[in-house]
């Protein structure tokens, strides 16, 4: 598709479909990066990272939307230049290929959105936006072709703004991917109900009278939790240990998503 429409918008005279298929061509880097971003993040815990590998997702997305943000800078700048450069209205064969790839694109976003919220995968969320942005460009672009085709001389322009517009877009969706990756990076507390999900499992286990601290963070597709866990003070050390244990393969039982917890037990 990328080199198909970059193809189509050298011989039709569209920078907006020529932008478009570096977009695409993006995608597909994007998605190479996320690729192996998972594969790595699927590495079991060593010796060098006893905490697993999941790290490697949140780079994988960092990536992907740092290169969103340049590909915008970049094609603005570059739409600017076509705007102050006189030329011809593109090719109305273009607007065929682009509604194509509106489509096809819109339904990848769809596909793969579903797969990233089944797995909690913020890096293959982030290759879903690549599409969406994709489509969204697209979109932009048979806008601006068409106000070229239908104004006639003096809208030539128009296919440019569009081009410009959609770099609008991608930024947009470069900064919407970044700030969660490296809230992410940073150890920043994941939604309410996961920690509120540990708790009340916590809470339901024989022997646990109450909870102090509740600590969890993400790690890839992963979540790692440390808690502190109130029981009797007259319990032996052994009872103690027993709760600790049940807590944490409740919790992992109840919640798949939790990879290990650290349970510290504190006398009442």
Request: hydrophobic fraction near 50%; proline fraction near 4%.
């Amino acid at each position: 598709m990328a080199v198909g429409k970059i193809a189509c918008g050298v011989l039709g005279h569209s920078y907006a479909l020529i932008a478009d298929g570096v977009e695409s061509t993006l995608d597909v880097f994007g998605s190479l990066l996320v690729w192996v971003g998972l594969r790595f993040a699927a590495l079991p815990p060593d010796e060098t990272h006893p905490y697993g590998h999941g790290k490697a997702e949140t780079l994988a997305t960092i990536a992907v939307g740092a290169t969103l943000l340049a590909t915008s800078v970049l094609l603005a700048i570059e739409s600017v230049r076509e705007i102050l450069t006189p030329h011809h209205a593109p090719a109305p064969f273009t607007l065929v290929v682009l509604l194509v790839v509106v489509v096809v694109k819109e339904v990848l976003f769809r596909k793969v959105s579903e797969r990233s919220v089944e797995i909690g995968s913020m890096a293959l969320e982030s290759d879903a936006w690549h599409h969406r942005s994709d489509a969204i460009t697209s979109a932009a672009a048979f806008v601006g072709i068409s106000i070229a085709l239908v104004g006639g001389e003096g809208y030539e322009s128009a296919d440019d703004y569009a081009a410009l517009l959609a770099c609008g877009v991608i930024a947009f969706n470069g900064i919407r991917i970044l700030g969660p990756a490296i809230n992410e990076a940073m150890d920043t507390a994941p939604p309410v109900h996961i920690e509120q999900g540990v708790r009340e499992t916590a809470l339901a286990v024989d022997g646990v009278v109450g909870l102090d601290k509740c600590r969890v963070r993400k790690m890839g597709v992963e979540f790692y939790v440390d808690i502190h866990v109130l029981v009797p003070g007259d319990l032996s050390v052994r009872e103690g240990h027993t709760i600790a244990h049940e807590v944490k393969d409740a919790v992992r039982a109840q919640m798949p998503s939790v990879a290990d917890v650290l349970v510290h037990i504190e006398p009442v």
